[in-house]
């Protein structure tokens, strides 16, 4: 076949392949330019899941009467004109694409009026031919209908799913573009029923109220409102309490600039500040929002715009995993948490019914906590077994009595004090509020291991190598390797070149000592050509503090006295994380007398 040009239909469809996938693609573009727009309130009308009728109606700005054939011209926006708007760009769409996609694969109908115009405007796209704009009633805003998707490209049509499963995908689509928007009012009508409407939320209880109806409410009664801000960077958001964990990501939500992402740098750091409080096999749950200049991220690498680059993606990465991390280091007992245990705990459904949600809690930057002395962490590996000091004494703890009398005692002990030890395994402690049960080992592990990272911070012992090892890599990773040497010796590595492939391990890290180090580098050399950065030494020196964390902390079965018990409880009220142990499972749960008293139906 011979080199031709192709038609501008042909190149339209090819276009649309690209930015039009599914019913769900048309309503997310449609939505992004109402948004642009300037809307306050969009309503999406479907039927048969979109797979029979679009119809996207706002209050935006409208598009004036002299632009509107413009409109389903290729590559015709209002948004940029220049490289440099393009680099700086804010808008959701900029590349003037979406509109003639969609009509080069559906029927398409325009009205528009703007605020500049007398009355508004229609225009029609039918089989790639576009009418003269003709007068039409419409209020300000702009109304899109679009039928009979991919009509004209059998092929494409025929790997739809089924109406319920294209509506879901819509659904999830307005959902995420909802929570992109807080101060827009959407609606959502299926075959002639109004399914949802979410009003503009503007406060924050109206915000969160937005949350609970998209995540659920059960989302909403376990999160931590965060928010934090440097020169260039702010995040805030909602983060999940480990305890709400997921079988699967799928409540993940990452917005940049206002825009839902898929963005691997801040998944990952999402993930990695949950690393030592989720339990193996759970999705962490998590609203991200994350704003800065435009001019440093590249939005327009991903044909659906859900994937970016960042100028600097390992300051962009370390700020989200270090404010995160921070966060949940917070997740410690207090008299305002129900305790870690999953919320289903008790019910399988929802602890009890009619019971008052657990506050919502905000994040404020913490100081930093001070380190533990060499001679308390030699304490916790004494062989007794893992004595542990009662540092805050009380007379009637000791003699077994444990009431808590007043709110500064509340205040002092969250936990209260023990009472019983249950079967080995269970302190049984009274608080202000009711009683609290703590797994004794999973708590006593979190405690010690939060001591052994403390106490090791900035510290990288180095053991020298009598025979250095020779390591065989590839060019570009030797490269890495000459080119990262201070770091390298900053995490207790002596690596040298030899060669144009081959690296000689001349010293490792003390604690990695017979733990496969020549294994560990390469693989930190492989995150450093993919991602310029690498936590894999971190993570593997944490692994280890776990393992022994978990085999020196206090056994089931030992018994344990009310000072034993008691002191344990107040490291845990100032531990980090100590709402989970090491391998992600909750260490604590509280009753409320409330609760009790339903329990046994009392009052009724």
């Not at 049984?428 to 001591?451: C, F, K, N, T």
């Amino acid at each position: 076949m011979p080199i031709q040009l192709l038609s501008d239909s042909l190149i339209s469809q090819i276009a649309a392949g690209e930015v039009i996938e599914r019913p769900a693609s048309v309503v997310k573009e449609l939505v992004e330019n109402a948004l642009d727009a300037g809307a306050k309130r969009i309503e999406v009308e479907l039927e048969r899941g979109g797979c029979g009728s679009i119809r996207v109606r706002d209050d935006g700005g409208g598009i004036d009467a002299g632009e509107i054939a413009l409109a389903l011209a290729r590559h015709a926006t209002s948004k940029i004109a220049s490289l440099d708007d393009l680099e700086h760009v804010s808008t959701l769409g900029f590349r003037g694409e979406a509109l003639p996609s969609i009509a080069s694969v559906s029927r398409l109908s325009l009205v528009s009026l703007s605020g500049r115009g007398t009355h508004a405007w229609g225009i029609e796209a039918r089989d790639g031919e576009v009418s003269a704009p003709a007068p039409a009633s419409h209020s300000l805003g702009t109304t899109v209908e679009v039928r009979d998707l991919f009509f004209n490209v059998p092929a494409r049509r025929k790997f739809l799913r089924t109406e319920n499963t294209e509506y879901q995908h819509i659904v999830r689509m307005l959902e995420r573009l909802a929570l992109s928007r807080f101060d827009v009012a959407f609606t959502l009508v299926h075959n002639g029923k109004n399914i949802w409407t979410l009003p503009a939320a503007i406060s924050d209880p109206q915000r969160l109220g937005r949350v609970a109806q998209v995540c659920g409410e059960e989302f909403a009664a376990h999160v931590i409102e965060l928010r934090h801000e440097t020169e260039s960077l702010v995040l805030s958001g909602w983060l999940a309490l480990p305890t709400f964990s997921r079988s699967q990501p799928d409540l993940q939500f990452t917005f940049l600039n206002g825009r839902f992402v898929r963005d691997k740098v801040l998944i990952g750091a999402a993930r990695l500040a949950y690393r030592d409080v989720l339990f193996h096999g759970r999705f962490c749950a998590y609203l991200l929002y994350v704003n800065l200049d435009p001019s440093l991220v590249d939005v327009n690498a991903h044909p659906q715009k859900l994937e970016v680059r960042f100028r600097d993606s390992r300051r962009v990465h370390d700020f989200v995993f270090k404010t995160l991390e921070k966060v949940l280091a917070g997740t410690r007992p207090s008299t305002e948490s129900a305790g870690s245990a999953p919320a289903d705990w008790l019910t399988g459904a929802s602890r009890f019914a009619g019971a008052a949600a657990p506050a919502q809690a905000r994040f404020t930057l913490p100081e930093a906590p001070q380190r533990p002395s060499a001679d308390a962490y030699r304490s916790y590996l004494s062989p007794a077994g893992a004595e542990v000091r009662e540092q805050w004494p009380r007379p009637d703890a000791v003699n077994g009595s444990a009431s808590v009398s007043s709110a500064s005692d509340a205040a002092a002990a969250p936990l209260g004090y023990a009472i019983a030890q249950l079967h080995g395994v269970y302190i049984l402690a009274q608080s202000a509020e009711g009683m609290v049960l703590v797994d004794m080992h999973a708590a006593h592990e979190r405690v010690m291991y939060e001591s052994m990272k403390k106490l090791l911070a900035g510290e990288t012992a180095q053991q020298q190598l009598l025979m250095p090892e020779i390591l065989n890599v590839t060019p570009a990773q030797a490269d890495a390797a000459e080119g990262h040497v201070q770091e390298f010796a900053a995490l207790g590595f002596g690596v040298t070149r030899l060669g144009p492939d081959q690296l000689a391990l001349r010293a490792i890290p003390t604690l990695l000592a017979g733990r496969d180090p020549a294994g560990i580098v390469r693989d930190v050399l492989s995150d450093l050509l993919e991602a310029g950065h690498s936590r894999r030494v971190e993570e593997s020196i944490n692994h280890l503090l776990a393992t022994m964390a978990c085999h020196a902390a206090v056994r089931a079965q030992r018994t344990l006295s009310l000072p034993e018990m008691n002191a344990l409880l107040r490291e845990m009220e100032g531990t980090e994380r100590a709402d989970q142990c090491n391998h992600g499972r909750p260490t604590w749960v509280r009753l409320s007398m409330s609760e009790l008293d339903r329990l046994f139906l009392r009052g009724r």
